[in-house]
């Protein structure tokens, strides 16, 4: 065997024992929130440990370290793969057939973003009738020339940087920012309209922060939860950046805690747009009982380190 061929098996078995670490390691975020942070990185570790396990069942010699990397590969696939794996059999059986009532646009268009105009163009050829914008600040320019098409525009203002653009009245809106976040608020914005059908829709959207430290984003997730067990549930839609992933446990613990409004995304891949490929599921949907889903995606790149949600729905 040549040296270059061991040593990349040598690596590929790093690589396997590392991802397994990871992935073995996440399971304690069921009891302590700081390894659940491992558990985001879900698809990382899956990739790793394909690439490490086949590099080195195939290029080292039968033996101790092959067998051992061919192990640790399986494991890290099992323990990464399952809660992927539910989300993408949930993705493929929740939609519903017929046409939507209802198309809404979730967008984290990221503060430092040069492009504003793109963004906008993005929105505009979206077609829905809702736009949840976070990380709205410094886009008011651009949301105002789109008024010929969102006539209705929300923006929470001060220190809160979420948004909502409508194309029909508000009829009841309210916020929370997060200057008020010690301990507990957060970017949260609602407004209530009608859709296409003419029946009421309440369209609410959060910027959360990252999960670490793990009491920051308690305290926000705990006043989104009051903030909207406030609100209609049957008619209410949820969309925003909360910085978690469908593989963690902290936000099936969130799934809970939002019922009986039921998330609509299942493991899309929405961030770093600014990489040749996403790896984490941060931008979800939530909707209440008297929604159906009939898609939801992530739209092309359009100036920003997230991709555009758009989510569509039906009574």
Known sequence: MSSARRQVGLAGAVLAFGAALAAVGGLVGAVWPWADALNHFAPVWLVLAWTGGLSA???LAPGRVRGG????????????????AVEAYQAETEPAPGPAALTILSFNRWWDSPDGARQA???RASG?????????????????????????????????DTAILSKRPFLATGREDHARWGPG????????????DGRPVTLATAHLYWPIPPWLQRYQRARIAAQIAALPHDELVLTGDLNLTPWSFTLRGFDRTLAPLTRRTHGLLSFPATWPVPVLALDQAYAGPGWRTV?????????????????????
């Open 295 to 315: 898609d939801v995606r992530t739209l092309p790149r359009a100036g920003s380190d997230h991709y555009p949600l758009l989510v569509q729905l039906k009574r």
């Open 128 to 160: 829905a009738d809702l736009v949840a914008l976070q990380e709205a600040d410094g886009f008011a320019a651009e949301a105002a020339a789109m008024k010929d098409l969102y006539p209705y525009q929300l923006f929470c203002g001060g220190r809160c």
């Open 121 to 123: 163009a993005a929105i």
């Open 69 to 84: 990397a061919t192990v640790a590969a399986a494991l890290a696939v099992m323990v990464a793969g399952a809660p992927m």
């Open 57 to 59: 069942r195939f290029l």
């Open 185 to 196: 608020g957060t970017d949260f914005l609602w407004a209530r309209t009608t859709a296409a």
